[in-house]
């Protein structure tokens, strides 16, 4: 890890996300890559971060769509409490999104940084300012959380 100047937080580099999606289930470079791009490095760290039972996490879920009804599932992307779709670089697209509570059921580590503003995006209904606080749980991650519901 290196740290940048005037600055006491560790920043990890590009290689040591790689070997940490690796070590946790990442499949290839290019999975990799898409994680690298959901964040913003300039002047903004990455870290580590632990999760301990009884913390919470969020999420917005995409409310199901005649299109895709098989769209309404957890992803990998999570958020803190009071961050908006904007600041997570999301759109509701067409059908909406609802902001859903996790608690961490089993202790794990997980990337923590700044979402990096994206465009417009209908496909993934993605796009938005950025600039907040977003976490990325490998899926081998995924069951320490335990979903509560809608907390909207």
């Known amino acids: 890890m ?32 898409t994680v690298l791009d959901g964040f913003d490095f300039a ?39 009071g961050a908006s779709q904007s600041d997570v670089a999301i759109t509701g697209g067409g059908s909406g999104r609802l902001r859903h509570r996790f608690e961490v059921v089993q202790s794990f580590v997980t990337l923590e940084g700044t979402a990096r503003k994206q465009a417009p995006n209908w496909k993934w209904a993605g796009g938005g300012d950025g600039g907040g606080t977003q976490i990325y749980v490998p899926t081998p991650m995924i069951g320490c959380l335990r979903s509560q519901g809608t907390d909207e």
Not at 53 to 61: K, R, T
């Open 2 to 33: 290196s740290s940048r100047p005037n600055q006491g937080t560790p920043w990890l580099t590009p290689d040591e996300v790689r070997a940490f999606l690796r070590s946790h289930g990442g499949r290839n470079d290019r999975e990799a890559l």
């Open 43 to 81: 002047n903004k760290p990455l870290y580590f971060r632990a999760f301990e039972p009884g913390e919470a996490v969020f999420q917005y879920i995409r409310n199901p769509a005649l299109e895709n009804s098989n769209s309404v599932r957890s992803g990998n992307w999570f958020c803190i409490k």
